[in-house]
């Protein structure tokens, strides 16, 4: 049984569906959320579902504090899914290739420090893009820019508002993000 948990800064979309869409699966259980920011929706979704979650702060996450409690809880694989600070070498280097996370456009493209959610959509209309998607990597040091597991394409209309984009974008999410999990993780 491997044991994944998912880190999450915000609404908690993902990390809902992604739970609830691999909850038959006998190979993988998720015991908890975790999250970086104490008000956000993530927390009520986690409760809904059954999920326990944690808030722990930045510095927490530097000083190894949220490494100890992972090693403790028997964790084997981390899921960024709206997760924004940027991974502490402490956890990069224990779960060596065993930290993904979702980015929602075509890497390398309108990725970076700053690049996320509604952001990266409102990016994407600027520049009269005509397609965009979702980017599944693994994490490194530097945001956005570990090695490339899976993407998956949408297209982008002339009159496209970044809600437009962002609803895409979000569907093709929750189709393809648990099931490259799903694999990944087995194999891991
Ligand atoms: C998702 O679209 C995810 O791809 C994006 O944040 C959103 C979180 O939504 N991640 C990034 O932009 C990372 N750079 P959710 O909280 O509803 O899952």
């Known amino acids: 049984m491997k044991r994944i948990v998912i880190f999450a800064s915000g609404s908690g979309s993902n990390a809902e569906n992604i739970i609830c ?24 979704r986690a409760e809904r579902i059954g999920v326990p979650s944690f808030f722990f702060s930045k510095q927490q996450f530097e000083d190894g504090d ?31 290739d065993r930290i993904i996370n979702i980015h929602p456009a075509l890497l390398p493209k309108f990725g970076g420090q700053g690049m996320y959610g509604d952001r990266v959509h409102e990016a ?10 979702i980017t599944i990597h693994y994490v490194n040091e530097n945001y956005d820019e570990g090695r490339i597991i899976f993407q998956a394409r949408c297209i982008v209309n002339p009159d496209d508002t970044p809600g437009a984009v962002a609803a895409r974008v979000h569907e093709l999410e929750y189709r393809y993000f648990p099931k490259v999990i799903e694999q990944l993780a087995i194999l891991s």
């Open 66 to 96: 949220v490494l100890k409690f992972l090693l403790g809880h028997g964790i084997d694989f981390i899921v960024l899914a709206g997760f924004l600070l940027r991974v502490p070498v402490n956890l990069l280097q224990t779960f060596h």
């Open 124 to 133: 994407v209309v600027a520049a009269g893009e005509r397609e965009s998607g």
């Open 21 to 44: 869409s691999l909850a038959g699966n006998k190979f993988l259980s998720f015991p908890m959320i975790i999250s970086n920011r104490r008000d956000v929706f993530v927390h009520e």
